[in-house]
């Protein structure tokens, strides 16, 4: 049974009996390994990577048996793809004749008909969502916007307005690849049926809070039924560029900010069809090279301290260089020193020291230099998270 809404990263374990684990794929994406914390029998918590034998298809569940690992508790999935994960909302789906947008004979047609998506264009948005959501957590994703809006916003309606949409200290490509899916938004996806006007889609909605863990907010977006008929056999870039267009205006963007017209039209489809060999197919989740792992105390001056370290998830045994990059809204005030390793000549990790509590979440974001994935953690001031 497939969810109404829908979690871009609701992936659990959880323990059957002492050699059995239940994992559960309730996401739109193929699942072939997760990031796990777990604790041992003697009490140590432990990150580890769990590569699957097999395939875990969107919103199913599998028993896994194993021999040689013994878990002290249940395991907590690790989660570090945090930009582009809003909660998608496309059930409940309906039969296409269950809802008659066609007036009587004699009667003017509605300016405008949104109906529930059916089971075939609901797999449409489904895997256009979860593309989106991989390459934007890509460093490409990165790069691109941050260059697009460096350079004055070439947008499609040569707005001169584009840079409005920034803060102090943070430049306008960060704070939109920020807020841009900021966790907890609530994405509506509707079809439109029939309809008097010449637009090939209708969004809107609320700007959500990026001072808060997740956002409370929410928004619509809708694209006319003939454009998913023509891409239930082959998702079109047409489709991709109309439907992230009402992306961009389910989270509170007007047509002046570059990021309903002008960035998603081009540079943003360049970013799926490069991350995604194929993107009209399932794409895999994506687990980033290197991720965070974060343990905060707070010292006997009263300051808060956290000590960030690095794991390698690739299984790769030689040290590569660690990009790291810290982004927030708020004019967080810390210091920080790198924790370097003199005997491998490499960094292993940060130490962090706040003067006051964090105002709003501060996005630690990591990467290798040669990698193509970057893992976002979100420090919350009240989170505590160890690693041995």
């Not at 900021?182 to 309809?195: C, D």
């Not at 047409?238 to 002046?256: I, P």
């Not at 309903?260 to 060999?277: C, E, K, L, Q, R």
């Not at 630690?364 to 976002?376: E, F, P």
């Amino acid at each position: 049974m497939k969810p109404d809404i829908v979690i871009l990263d609701d992936i659990s374990i959880i323990k059957k009996n002492a050699r059995k684990w239940v994992v559960s794929n309730n996401t739109p994406f193929n699942v072939n390994s997760v990031l796990l914390q777990v604790t041992t029998k003697k009490g140590q918590k432990k990150i580890i990577r769990f590569n699957l034998d097999s395939v875990l298809r969107p919103f199913a569940k599998a028993v896994i048996k194993t021999r040689k690992i013994k878990f002290g508790s249940d395991p907590m999935v690790i989660k570090q793809n945090k930009i582009f994960t809003p909660r998608l909302s496309v059930g409940p789906t309906i039969e296409i004749d269950e809802v008659d947008c066609i007036p009587p004979a004699g009667q003017v047609a509605k300016k405008k008909c949104i109906r529930p998506l059916t089971a075939d264009y609901r797999e449409v948005a489904e895997i256009l969502t979860a593309n989106a959501h991989n390459a934007a957590n890509s460093k490409q994703y990165t790069s691109s916007i941050r260059s697009y809006f460096e350079n004055g916003c070439p947008t499609l309606n040569n707005s001169d307005n584009c840079k409005t949409e920034w803060v102090d200290g943070l430049d306008a490509g960060l704070y939109n690849m920020i807020r841009f899916g900021y966790e907890g938004h609530l994405l509506k996806v509707k079809s439109i049926y029939a309809g008097k006007g010449n637009f090939q889609g209708l969004g809107g909605g609320k700007k959500p809070s990026m001072m808060d863990e997740t956002s409370g907010t929410k928004g619509f977006a809708s694209v006319r039924e003939k454009l998913y008929k023509n891409s239930v056999d082959g998702i079109s870039n047409g489709l991709y560029k109309v439907l992230l267009h009402e992306y961009g205006h389910a989270f509170g963007y007007s047509h002046k900010t570059g990021m309903s017209y002008g960035f998603p039209m081009t540079p943003f489809i360049n970013v799926i069809t490069d991350h995604n060999a194929d993107h009209q197919s399932r794409p895999d989740l994506q687990i980033p090279d290197v991720i965070v792992v974060s343990e905060t105390a707070t010292n006997s001056y009263g300051n808060t301290e956290a000590k960030l370290s690095f794991f390698d998830t690739s299984g790769q045994s030689q040290k590569k260089e660690i990009e790291l990059d810290f982004v927030s809204i708020c004019n967080q005030s810390f210091d920080y020193q790198l924790i370097l390793d003199t005997q491998i000549g490499g960094v292993t990790g940060v130490d962090l020291t706040f003067q006051e509590d964090l105002s709003c979440p501060l996005h630690i974001r990591v990467s290798y230099s040669d990698g193509k994935n970057i893992a976002t953690y979100k420090l919350l001031g009240h989170e505590e998270m160890f690693y041995d």
